[in-house]
């Protein structure tokens, strides 16, 4: 059966270049760079390097609808030994305090352990994004032990708490395995007051409209999820769906691309621009190339040329502080309403 | 093909200060502050303009209210129930009027 990542059915959308393209040709009221600018942000800087986030590749169980990255069970993409070993040795060589890795589903990657025991040794926060169904596959059951051994932050990946939403977006039985993988994690600590063991969800709306009030959500799906199935998690993040990939071919398919864009962009916050997280994030791609988010990268929009491309070419973050942020339509999805980050949102 | 209900209409609304700016001024502090969290949640007051969107059958309000309580949290299920409401008072309504007709009846016959 075929699998609906962009690049197994061919779709001309699985080309980085046709998406800038599709979303460039949109007749937005104003670019990007002219509403940053208006927010007091002429030119968009970093604001220094705190999070070293890292794609570990395209490969995945799932193929969610909404994916960003394109990822799947046929793709190949993986980081390879020298990428993931720079990786360490710029953490070792810098004080960027958080690992943030993700991918695809990071924990397919076999350096993914290696990697977590190796930056836990030099003292970082590490956080794992999980999309939870991968500890429902026999070889990885003992994941969230792992995780919990090593005191590793998950950030799962969970829609929605009603079953049909959630399978909606992310495929059919993937709520109840996900239910599944959340009371593993609860058995072992996790979410739970006081034992240290942090486990905060994520939830994209299941369509072409903008995240709820994260608060409000919060206090919902934690008097919910408690309710109907005992489950408990530390925070809940809202974020904005990205006009990239699987999403962004939805969004044509399904006549929303225009009024999607439009509502992103006429929903702009400019208190959202200060806490932009390119600000403090280096994206690292399977490949090695440097991003300023992981949504650049998927976009095969690197940083810009002036500052190192790979990260064999950095040996701190230093020549990296002084560029500007590579902008584009997409990033209005950072901006609107309440703002939206791989933390959730931002104001 | 022409059509008084026209969905890009909906963006346009603002169109309506132009040649009463003072007025739409007015109308918009209303109505912002009557979605605004008070006693009701907003969700809560998007869910009620969602059912009165039905009754009184506004295309742009349905559309924009059933945008505005998906981007208050609101679940299909919610909507779905808020709606069967307004559908409920709009049969109930015609219902009991069928007092009067049965009022009518009684004084008429013998």
């Not at chain 1, 609906?4 to 046709?18: D, K, Q, V």
């Not at chain 1, 799906?221 to 006009?243: D, S, V």
């Not at chain 2, 809560?44 to 505005?68: F, M, N, R, W």
Request: hydrophobic share 40%; proline share 6%; glycine share 8%.
């Amino acid at each position: 059966m075929a699998l609906p990542t962009l690049l197994n059915t061919r779709s001309p959308l699985a080309a980085p270049a046709a998406q800038r393209a599709a979303l460039e040709a949109l007749p937005l009221p104003r670019p990007f760079a002219g509403a940053a600018a208006s927010a007091g942000h002429a030119r968009l800087v970093p604001t220094g390097t705190t999070i070293l986030q890292i794609n570990l590749g395209k490969r995945c169980n799932q193929a969610c609808h909404h994916c960003h990255v394109d990822a799947g069970p046929d793709r190949t993409e993986v980081m390879g030994d020298a990428v993931v070993e720079a990786c360490v040795d710029l953490l070792a060589a810098t004080g960027i305090p958080t690992l943030d890795i993700t991918g695809g589903a990071p924990e397919l990657h076999p350096r993914f352990r290696d990697l977590v025991v190796r930056a836990r040794a030099l003292g970082r926060r590490v956080i794992d994004r999980c999309n939870l169904t991968i500890t429902t596959l026999p070889n990885y059951a003992g994941l969230p032990a792992f995780l919990a051994e090593h005191q590793v932050e998950v950030i799962a990946s969970l829609p929605s708490y009603a079953a049909t939403q959630t399978d909606r977006q992310r495929g059919d039985g993937v709520f109840e395995q996900s239910v599944q993988a959340l009371r593993a994690f609860n058995a072992l600590g996790y979410g739970r007051e006081g034992s240290g063991l942090v486990l905060n969800l994520v939830t994209n709306p299941v369509g072409a409209f903008l995240p709820a009030s994260q608060a409000t959500l919060e206090r919902d799906w934690k008097r919910e999820l408690k309710r109907r199935y005992e489950i408990e998690f530390n925070a809940l993040y809202t974020i904005t769906n990205m006009p990239i990939s699987r999403y962004l071919e939805w969004l044509e398919q399904s006549g929303n691309l225009d009024a999607y864009m439009t509502k992103l962009v006429q929903a702009f916050n400019p208190a959202a621009v200060e806490g932009l997280m390119c600000r403090y994030t280096l994206s690292v791609g399977w490949d090695g190339r440097l991003f300023d988010c992981d949504f650049n990268q998927m976009l095969d929009l690197p940083v810009e040329p002036s500052a190192p491309q790979t990260i064999f070419d950095l040996a701190d973050t230093a020549r990296l502080d002084t560029r500007t942020i590579v902008t584009a339509p997409h990033c209005f999805g950072c901006t609107a309403g309440a703002g939206s980050s791989c933390g959730g949102a931002t104001t | 093909m022409d059509t008084y209900y026209h969905p890009p209409d909906l963006a346009k609304f603002g169109d309506m200060g132009k040649d009463a700016p003072e007025l739409w001024e007015k109308f918009l502090q209303w109505y912002n502050a009557v979605f605004a969290e008070g006693a009701l949640t907003e969700r809560e007051k998007a869910l009620i303009a969602l059912a009165v969107s039905h009754a009184v059958q506004c295309p742009y309000c349905i559309d924009a209210y059933t945008s505005g309580s998906l981007e208050k949290g609101a679940t299909p299920e919610q909507m779905t129930e808020a709606v069967h409401v307004a559908a409920a008072i709009r049969g109930g309504a015609s219902l009991v009027h069928g007092v009067q007709m049965r009022n009518k009846v009684d004084k008429l016959s013998m």
